[in-house]
C-alpha cells in the first residue's frame, strides 16, 4: 500500500511538471496556429514573458533545448512561450508572422495575465530576421530585444519606438557572417559590428564613444568575447553587441564564456515600458559648484579627450549653439564641464574613477554650475540678485553668470530636477573660497546653500554628503592657503560635509589654480571620499580570490574545484595547507582529495592508487574562514581535489598556503589572486562555472547611502548588496525596505 501510495504521488508530481508546458492555439485571423508554452511552478502573479523564435527549418522543441530558457524561467519566475513557424520559417517580410506574434502577445496577457510592461522578444538566426521585422510594428509593445546570430537582411533599422537591443554573434558565423554579406541574395547586409552600430545611431545613441569590454566576461576561461555598449541616456536606451570569439551559427551556453540566455535576462529584467518615468537607481548624479578651479581653469590636453567611458556622463548646463550644447542634454563627459569656454576641472576625473570603481550597470552623471572669482554669496538663492548689482562686482563676472539665466543657483537646481527624472542624486561637490578667503562666516553661508538645495530638490542630508575641496596648501605658496583652516573644520557647521584634501596637488604659478595634474589627483581624491561613503573598495585596493558558482549534486564528487600544482608532491613528505574559504550557504561537506592525476590508476574509485581521502569540513555560511590540513602524501600528488557535490551556492576560495614540513616556501602559485588570474584552476564535467572575483563593496558601506535605502518609493523592492535592483529575488542577502534580509530559500 506504501508503495502505491507513494507511485501516485510520484505520477501526481509528473502530472504537474508536465502540465507546465503546453501546446496553445492561438487564432490568427482565420489560421490556427501555435506556440509551446512553459508556466514554472513559482511563476508570479504577474509574470515577464519572454518569447523566444526559433531558426529556420527548427521548431519549438529545438529552441527549447538549445536555449534553456526553461532552467531561467524556474529561477526567475516569468513564462516562455516558443512559436511555431509555417513550415519551420517566417516570413521576414510580410505581415503574417508579425501578426502572429501580436496575436501571441495579447494571448499571453489575457490567459497568463504577463505584466504588458515586461515582454520580451528574443529570437535565434532567422528568429532574429524576424524579431527585428517584428520591431517596425511592435516596438511599443517590447519592452528590450535580444537577437541572437541573425540580422533583418536587406533593411536599413526601423522601429516604432526605441527599444532597447542586445544582439549576440559568433565570430565565426557562416550562415549570418560576422563579417557581413553585402551580396546575399535577399539584399544584404554589413558586419554585425557596422549593423549593431546602424541601430545604435537609429535609437540615438552616441555612437562615437561606446564602452568596450574585453574579455568579456572578465575572468572568463571560455572563448573570450568583447561587449560594445552605445547608450542614449537621454532617452533611456541602449544598444549592445556581445562578439563571442570563434562561435559559429549557435546559441552559447558557456559555463565559463558567454552563457546567451543568462546574459539575455540580466539584459531583460533591468529594462521595461513603463520605466521612463522612474528615476534608474543605478544612475548616480552629482551636483558640482563653485568659482574658477570647479569650473576649471588648467588647459585640456590629448589625456582628458580621450578614454572616457560613456558610463560617465555630463549634463549640458548652457544653451551654446556654436559649441552644440543644449541645455539638459547628457552626453559622455568629454571636457570641458561647465562651459564651453571653461578648463579641465576636479569633476572630469571624479567621474572617471567613480565609473571605474561601480558595477558596470552603474553610471555616474554630474552637472556643473560654477562662476569664476564667484563669492559663495552668488549661490544664495536670497542674496545673488543684491551681490551681482553691487558696484564692486565685476562686470565679467555678471557676464558668466547672464550665461546661467543670471541665477546659477537657480539653473543648478532647474537641471537637478531634469536630473531626477532619470536617476538619484548621491552627492554635491563644492570647490570655492578664494574670494572668500579667511571669512569665517563661510561654512554657515555654504550650510545655508547646501540645505536650501536639499529642501528644493526633496534630499535628505543623510543620504545626500558634501564633499568640499581644500584650497592650496601653505608649503606651495598658496594664496589663499588660510581659509583651509575653516574648510577642515566645516563638519563642526555641517554633520554631514566630508573634506578632500589638496595636499600635493600641483598649483600653476598664479598660486590660486592647480595645474592639469593637479586637477586629475584632485578629481581622483573627490572620488575615493565619496567611494568610501558608498563603501565601495578602490579597484588598486581590493582583495581577489577566484568562486564556484554550484547546484546540489547526488554524490560529494559531482561538484569539484581543481587546482593543478606547479611541481608534484614528494611522496612520503609531510605537508600543510591552510586556505581561507566562504560560502553563501552552509556547505555540510567540502572534501579535500589530493591525487595523483599522472598515476595509470586514476579515478579507480575506491581504494584506488591515485587518491588521498581527507576528512571534509563544514562549512558555515558568512564570513571568511582558515582551513587547515596536516597530510602526509602518499603518492607524489600533482592535483588537488575540492569535492561539494551536496551543496548549492558560491564557494569563495583566497590565500592559499602549501609548506612543506621543514621549509617556508609556499608551493602555491599566485595564492592569493593578486595576479587577478586563476592559472592552474579548472572544474570537473560537471560544473560547476569559476571565474576571478573581488571585495568591491566594505561590510560597513551597507550602512552608508546606498541605492537601496535612497529610494523612498522603491523600499518595497529587492537590491542586491551593491543596489542592483531585481525583480525576483532568490536564496541570497538583499536590501529591502532599507534594511538587509536574508532569504534562505
Excluded at 199 to 207: H, L, N, P, Q
Excluded at 425 to 430: F, N, P, Q, S
Excluded at 553 to 569: F, H, S, V
Aim: proline share 4%.
Amino acid at each position: 500500500m506504501k508503495r502505491l501510495s507513494m507511485l501516485a504521488s510520484l505520477l501526481m508530481v509528473l502530472c504537474l511538471q508536465m502540465a507546465a508546458q503546453t501546446w496553445e492555439d492561438v487564432k490568427v485571423g482565420t489560421s490556427t496556429r501555435k506556440t509551446l508554452t512553459y508556466v514554472p511552478k513559482n511563476v508570479e502573479k504577474s509574470p515577464a514573458l519572454v518569447i523566444s523564435l526559433h531558426g529556420f527549418n527548427q521548431d519549438p522543441e529545438f529552441q527549447q533545448n538549445q536555449t534553456q530558457w526553461n532552467a531561467m524561467a524556474d529561477k526567475e519566475g516569468f513564462i516562455v512561450t516558443y512559436p511555431l513557424g509555417n513550415n519551420k520559417m517566417w516570413d521576414t517580410n510580410g505581415t503574417s508572422d508579425v501578426k502572429f506574434v501580436e496575436t501571441v502577445i495579447q494571448e499571453m496577457i489575457n490567459q497568463h495575465h504577463v505584466d504588458k510592461n515586461r515582454i520580451y522578444l528574443s529570437g535565434f538566426s532567422m528568429g532574429s530576421w524576424l524579431g527585428y521585422h517584428c520591431l517596425e510594428t511592435l516596438g511599443y509593445q517590447i519592452a528590450a530585444f535580444g537577437p541572437v546570430s541573425g540580422v533583418d537582411i536587406g533593411k536599413q533599422p526601423k522601429a516604432n519606438r526605441m527599444v532597447p537591443i542586445m544582439h549576440i554573434h559568433g565570430t565565426a558565423d557562416d550562415v549570418f557572417k560576422y563579417t557581413g554579406d553585402p551580396y546575399h541574395m535577399a539584399g544584404g547586409y554589413p558586419s554585425i559590428e557596422e549593423y549593431v552600430k546602424k541601430w545604435a545611431a537609429y535609437e540615438g545613441c552616441d555612437t562615437s564613444n561606446p564602452q568596450v569590454i574585453r574579455p568579456y566576461p572578465a575572468g572568463s576561461t571560455g572563448p573570450k568575447a568583447t561587449r560594445t555598449i552605445y547608450n542614449n541616456v537621454n532617452d533611456g536606451v541602449e544598444v549592445n553587441l556581445i562578439a563571442i570569439d570563434g562561435k559559429g551559427h549557435w546559441h552559447s551556453n558557456e559555463a565559463n564564456g558567454v552563457n546567451s540566455t543568462k546574459e539575455l535576462w540580466t539584459f531583460f529584467k533591468r529594462h521595461q515600458l513603463n520605466q521612463a518615468s522612474v528615476p534608474d537607481p543605478n544612475f548616480q548624479i552629482y551636483l558640482c559648484f563653485g568659482q574658477s578651479n570647479m569650473e576649471g581653469n588648467a588647459n585640456i590636453e590629448d589625456i582628458d579627450r580621450t578614454g572616457v567611458n560613456p558610463r560617465f556622463m555630463a549634463m549640458y548646463a548652457v544653451d551654446d549653439e556654436k559649441a552644440g550644447w543644449k541645455k539638459g542634454q547628457w552626453h559622455t563627459a568629454v571636457p570641458p564641464q561647465a562651459r564651453p569656454t571653461t578648463g579641465l576641472t576636479p569633476v572630469d576625473y571624479f567621474g572617471r574613477k567613480m565609473v571605474e570603481n561601480l558595477p558596470e550597470e552603474v553610471k555616474v552623471g554630474t552637472i556643473t554650475v560654477a562662476v569664476g572669482g564667484a563669492s559663495i554669496d552668488l549661490f544664495d538663492k536670497d542674496k545673488y540678485q543684491s551681490y551681482l548689482n553691487d558696484a564692486n562686482t565685476p562686470d565679467w563676472l555678471r557676464n558668466y553668470a547672464k550665461e546661467y539665466g543670471g541665477n546659477p543657483y537657480a539653473r543648478l537646481i532647474e537641471l537637478a530636477k531634469m536630473a531626477q527624472q532619470k536617476g538619484v542624486i548621491k552627492g554635491i561637490l563644492l570647490h570655492q573660497g578664494e574670494t572668500n578667503n579667511c571669512d569665517q562666516t563661510w561654512p554657515s553661508k555654504v550650510k545655508k546653500i547646501y540645505e536650501d538645495i536639499l529642501a528644493d530638490l526633496g534630499l535628505d542630508a543623510k543620504n545626500v554628503p558634501l564633499l568640499v575641496g581644500e584650497l592650496g596648501q601653505k608649503d606651495q605658496g598658496a594664496a589663499c592657503w588660510g581659509h583651509n583652516a575653516i574648510i577642515d573644520n566645516i563638519t563642526a557647521t555641517i554633520p554631514t560635509a566630508h573634506v578632500v584634501s589638496s595636499k600635493g596637488c600641483p598649483l600653476q604659478s598664479d598660486k590660486l589654480h592647480f595645474t592639469a595634474e593637479g586637477y586629475r589627483m584632485f578629481g581622483k581624491r573627490y572620488a575615493d571620499v565619496m567611494l568610501e561613503l558608498l563603501g565601495v573598495v578602490p579597484v588598486e585596493n581590493r582583495n581577489y580570490f577566484i568562486r564556484y558558482e554550484s547546484t546540489v549534486g547526488e554524490n560529494l564528487w559531482d561538484r569539484q574545484a581543481i587546482y593543478t600544482l606547479p611541481k608534484a608532491l614528494e611522496k612520503g613528505a609531510k605537508y600543510m595547507l591552510t586556505m581561507k574559504v566562504r560560502t553563501s550557504a552552509d556547505c555540510a561537506e567540502l572534501g579535500f582529495w589530493p591525487i595523483w592525476n599522472a598515476s595509470d590508476h586514476k579515478n579507480q574509485w575506491g581504494g584506488s592508487d591515485d587518491v588521498q581521502y581527507l576528512a571534509a569540513y563544514h562549512v558555515e555560511a558568512g564570513d571568511w574562514k582558515t582551513l587547515t590540513r596536516n597530510f602526509t602524501a602518499n603518492f607524489t600528488l600533482d592535483t588537488f581535489q575540492f569535492v561539494f557535490g551536496k551543496y548549492g551556492g558560491t564557494l569563495d576560495i583566497d590565500d592559499m598556503v602549501l609548506v612543506k614540513e621543514g621549509t617556508s616556501e609556499n608551493l602555491i602559485a599566485n595564492a592569493d589572486f593578486s595576479a587577478r588570474n586563476i592559472k592552474g584552476w579548472s572544474a570537473n564535467g560537471n560544473g560547476p562555472s569559476y571565474f576571478i572575483a573581488n571585495e568591491a563593496y566594505a561590510s560597513t558601506g551597507i550602512e552608508k547611502p546606498a541605492v537601496a535605502t535612497m529610494m523612498k518609493s522603491a523600499d518595497k523592492e529587492y537590491y542586491t548588496l551593491q543596489g542592483v535592483k531585481v525583480i525576483r529575488p532568490t536564496k541570497g542577502i538583499y536590501i529591502h525596505g532599507g534594511k538587509k534580509i536574508l532569504i534562505k530559500e
